[in-house]
């Protein structure tokens, strides 16, 4: 089992930044790849981002590419996601997941997930 534990959201004007944190803990070692998806109110969980824990290859959505950055530390077991530029549609649950494939944008390759946390960009 791995637990998922997701942090940093709150409310942010358009054009600011922030960074969410995601710390893994249980069997961190089986998983492969990490990502972090969105869901918006009345809208299905989208896909943002997602990374490999070894090599660091990172897949992106093309709505965030340029603005938001996802990172790993490995030693702290710990997934990130700088988030720049803000627009209010941005505006979701954002929510960590771990799988054990290859990177994916497919909600269907990850099998743990955090709680998530609530992203609000206003205007």
């Known amino acids: 089992q791995v637990q998922l534990v997701e942090s940093g959201g709150g409310l942010v004007q358009a054009g600011g930044s922030l960074r969410l944190s995601c710390i893994a803990s249980?069997?961190?070692?089986?998983?492969?790849?990490m990502g972090w998806f969105r869901q918006a109110p009345g809208k299905e969980r989208e896909f943002a981002a997602a990374?490999?824990?070894?090599?660091?290859?990172?897949l992106y959505q093309e709505s965030v590419k340029g603005r938001f950055t996802i990172s790993r530390d490995n030693a702290k077991n710990t997934l990130y996601l700088q988030m720049n530029s803000l627009k209010p549609e941005d505006t979701a649950v954002y929510y960590c997941?771990?799988?054990?494939?290859?990177?994916?944008?497919?909600?269907?390759?990850?099998?743990?997930w955090g709680q998530g946390t609530q992203v609000t960009v206003s205007s």
């Open positions: 997941a771990a799988g054990f494939g290859r990177r994916s944008s497919l909600p269907s390759e990850y099998y743990y």
């Open positions: 990374i490999s824990w070894f090599g660091g290859s990172t």
């Open positions: 249980g069997r961190v070692s089986t998983t492969s790849v």
